[in-house]
């Protein structure tokens, strides 16, 4: 086979930031997907009604009026976020998620939770309103270290799932075997985001025999077991896994300084080529329009009627070099070959 067209995909999980760096990379994520949700690590960060109206404004005018991308839009959770405010940022109609970080362990999450318990009751009004809650799962704290932040924080993922029943829970970016079975044993109300670079890189490829901080992201890629249990977990055809790049870009010096190196990876241009390499190689195309659209879909059905027919996407089997640099920033395979291209169908 040498193309074929799907449903133009969803991301489920991707950085747009804002100012200048915004005005460059949402033209690239509505190339490649109809919606996408927006994460609200800003500084400072999307968490009033009045926050989630201007950045929703700012992305649609950066990514270009024509794109036809529409925003999925979610606020940020703090350890001071009032319970009463979750109903009001309910009644915004493209407002489907809250996401909860971890204080100190990723991008601007200085600012992040440390107890979850204490945040029941906005989980409880969360469960109530219907709105989503997304996690990065990695446990806060200075007792525990590396893997095992992951390991404790599956712990706080069945607890919320027992307490919280009918909330509907996604953790965002699995990097290991026991996140893929722990997200496969807990109900329904339970799914998980797979990144493109999870299921190519191990830790060896971020400082193996030398460093390469462009593949440098939280949480960090694991062993090469990780790597297959999320590739497997992907093509399964399960609708507990959908595709969310994460794709975080941060301006070349951000990257590469020698102390304080960003974690995040710019993957908006070529996640899509990458995932097609991948399911190709593992005889399961068939499965990748379901794995980066219908079990999203499926898992949000985020409200409003559906407008016109929903765009598609083509993949062309074509060789092309990805970039060494756009605006600044370095994308993930930059300067290396990909073999299929991507087209709008008009
Ligand atoms: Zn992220």
């Not at 915004?22 to 009045?50: E, G, S």
Request: overall charge negative; aromatic content about 10%.
């Amino acid at each position: 086979m040498d193309q074929f067209t799907i449903q133009k995909p969803w991301d489920m999980h991707v950085h747009l930031r804002d100012g200048e760096m915004l005005k460059t990379v949402a033209p690239i994520t509505a190339r490649y997907f109809a919606r996408a949700l927006v994460m609200p690590n800003l500084t400072p960060p999307i968490r009033t009604n009045d926050d989630v109206s201007r950045y929703q404004q700012e992305i649609l005018a950066a990514s270009g009026p024509g794109s036809g991308f529409k925003p999925l839009m979610t606020f940020k959770i703090l350890p001071d976020t009032d319970p009463h405010s979750i109903a009001e940022l309910a009644q915004m109609k493209d407002v489907v998620a809250g996401k909860a970080y971890p204080k100190g362990l990723t991008h601007n999450a200085e600012d992040g939770i440390e107890d979850y318990f204490a945040l029941r009751d906005v989980f409880a009004a969360m469960e109530k309103h219907n709105l989503v809650l997304c996690l990065h799962g990695e446990m806060p704290g200075t007792h525990i270290r590396g893997r095992d932040r992951e390991r404790a924080f599956l712990r706080t993922l069945c607890f919320l799932a027992r307490t919280f029943p009918n909330l509907r829970i996604v953790l965002e970016h699995i990097t290991t075997v026991e996140a893929v079975e722990t997200v496969l044993r807990l109900p329904d109300t339970v799914a998980a985001t797979v990144t493109a670079h999870h299921l190519l890189l191990t830790h060896d490829d971020v400082g193996g025999d030398r460093m390469c901080p462009n593949h440098y992201c939280k949480p960090v890629a694991k062993d090469p077991a990780d790597r297959d249990a999320l590739i497997q977990a992907a093509i399964s055809g399960c609708p507990k896994f959908f595709f969310g790049s994460d794709s975080a870009p941060h301006p070349r010096e951000g990257k590469t300084r020698l102390y304080d190196c960003c974690a995040g990876i710019f993957t908006a241009p070529v996640a899509l080529p990458l995932l097609v390499e991948i399911f190709e190689r593992h005889h399961a195309l068939d499965r990748l329009e379901s794995f980066v659209y219908d079990f999203a879909v499926q898992f949000y059905h985020p409200r409003g009627p559906a407008t016109g027919f929903p765009p598609k996407l083509r993949f062309v089997k074509d060789q092309w070099t990805v970039p060494e640099e756009i605006g600044g920033i370095v994308p993930f395979y930059a300067g290396q070959e990909l073999s299929w291209r991507v087209e709008e169908v008009k």
